[in-house]
């Protein structure tokens, strides 16, 4: 991040502080800013610009200028609640919004702090990087929740750099958090091609599909999209609030790029006549997917493969029981493999995720026509798990920490690919022994198909092996009783239903 976008973050953050007082939370207080910013660069868009503003003048910017006190305040929660009724870009981001700020003096101060910046003067860059700012510092309040839609980003760029988008694709996240993966990409596209008039319209306002379940994150994500320059004209949303596992869209994507949701089960929350609150486990049916099941993460599997057009490509961050859990875990595998080329699995490490617990890989794969034939060929693993300790402050993951996977992938022709390991289980094989692949017939032959491999030593087991640092040691106990837990929550749902 550039000095003056860590700099304008810092001002709008220590803001925070001031509210968090009144029991604003960061969550609450990134949203307030959302609906203050789009309301600012829109009156900026016709102050400065001359262009026409898509805020009608009863609720734009100038309009809260000169208010103060009670009259501020209801004004204010006037714009938000008619501004989110209708279609479009603009009922997306004001969609249900409430304002969470119950002082209209620290209101005033909040719209004095946001109108002491000509935001529209800044770079498009400059302006993404301070939202993405402001969102990591979102994520990094774990009680919030907030961590579980926001993707580690040099994870994102490794894996944009291996997908390669292109100009005149388009790109789908199913579960597009805050919009990661569609940002990455539209900076991918930029950054490597001279687009001509054409292909920048169609990168800004139809390359990028979204879909988003919670209206709260559908909003910061459209934002952000907004302020990197997709979908900025105003007119149609980039992202859908709705649930994107209910049925297919009816429309097929060149590239889809998602990390769906960690939950495992989908499941519904009723009160009975009674007045008793049950979970019910909902089974997602629809004709499109190879099997029936209440595993959110294989119906997310399955789901990607349906939208990818014959010949796309696709890269799913998918938990670890997909890999190996049985019966419709099984079968989503064996159909995957068979109909699409599965040709390369990073395995992650943990402590890379701000949703504690998490133990995660990604899948790539592209779409096949189908036949008797199994599209999947070798199957290449990367092993970034075994022997690696990362933690989100001390030890965080960096883009470089990816390069030799990117190097590994050999994104400019995956079909020329070298392995490095030896075969030699030797102690200390470290990084050069992380790339290898397995046959389809290899694949086929492990019980119910299971795609948990691994083969490293790991070191830590090793009797003369150091102890960690305290830290990491403490680190990893959170990660394994997390992940415990949940398992242990998902058993009692289990006996419950």
Not at 339 to 357: K, M, N, S, W
Not at 421 to 435: L, M, N, T, V
């Amino acid at each position: 991040m550039t000095n003056e976008s860590a700099t304008i973050v810092q001002r709008l953050w220590n803001y925070c502080n001031v509210l968090r007082d009144d029991g604003v939370s960061y969550g609450d207080y990134v949203e307030q800013l959302t609906y203050l910013l789009f309301l600012k660069m829109d009156d900026e868009q016709v102050t400065l610009s001359g262009q026409p503003g898509a805020i009608p003048p009863a609720y734009n910017w100038a309009s809260l200028r000169d208010l103060e006190g009670a009259e501020l305040e209801r004004h204010y929660r006037t714009i938000l609640t008619d501004l989110g009724k209708g279609s479009g870009l603009i009922p997306v981001i004001f969609r249900k919004a409430q304002s969470r700020i119950q002082d209209p003096a620290k209101l005033r101060r909040l719209i004095t702090l946001i109108d002491g910046e000509t935001w529209t003067g800044l770079d498009m860059d400059v302006k993404g990087e301070i939202y993405e700012g402001l969102l990591e510092k979102n994520a990094q309040d774990t009680k919030s929740g907030a961590g579980q839609y926001f993707t580690p980003r040099p994870l994102i760029q490794a894996i944009v750099d291996v997908m390669r988008p292109e100009p005149g694709q388009t790109i789908c996240d199913p579960a597009a958090g805050t919009g990661g993966f569609l940002i990455a990409a539209h900076d991918y596209v930029t950054r490597h091609y001279r687009l001509n008039r054409n292909q920048y319209e169609h990168l800004n306002h139809q390359a990028f599909h979204g879909w988003e379940i919670v209206d709260n994150t559908a909003r910061l994500c459209v934002m952000n999209l907004y302020l990197h320059g997709i979908g900025a004209n105003g007119g149609r949303s980039p992202i859908r609030v709705d649930d994107s596992l209910a049925s297919h869209p009816g429309e097929y994507f060149d590239v889809v790029l998602t990390n769906p949701p960690f939950g495992k089960k989908s499941s519904v929350t009723y009160i009975t006549d009674e007045g008793e609150v049950r979970r019910e486990a909902q089974t997602v049916v629809r004709q499109d997917f190879w099997t029936s099941t209440s595993n959110k993460q294989l119906n997310f599997v399955q789901h990607v493969r349906s939208i990818v057009k014959i010949h796309g490509r696709a890269a799913v961050v998918v938990p670890d029981n997909v890999l190996f859990e049985g019966g419709a875990g099984e079968t989503v595998r064996r159909k995957l493999l068979h109909e699409c080329d599965v040709h390369t699995l990073l395995r992650l490490p943990t402590g890379i995720f701000y949703a504690q617990g998490v133990k995660a890989n990604v899948l790539f794969f592209d779409r096949y026509p189908g036949g008797p034939t199994a599209a999947t060929k070798t199957l290449w693993i990367y092993d970034l798990r075994t022997n690696q300790d990362f933690t989100l402050k001390q030890n965080p993951l960096t883009r470089a920490g990816l390069d030799e996977f990117v190097a590994c992938y050999n994104p400019a022709n995956r079909h020329a690919r070298t392995p490095t390991w030896s075969g030699q289980a030797a102690p200390g094989a470290g990084p050069a022994g992380r790339w290898r692949p397995f046959t389809y017939d290899e694949l086929l032959a492990r019980d119910k198909v299971n795609l948990d491999i691994f083969w490293l030593r790991d070191e830590s087991l090793e009797e003369s092996a150091h102890l960690p640092e305290p830290d990491v040691l403490a680190a990893d106990i959170v990660e394994d009783l997390e992940a415990a837990l949940e398992q242990f929550r998902l058993i009692a749902d289990d006996l419950g239903e």
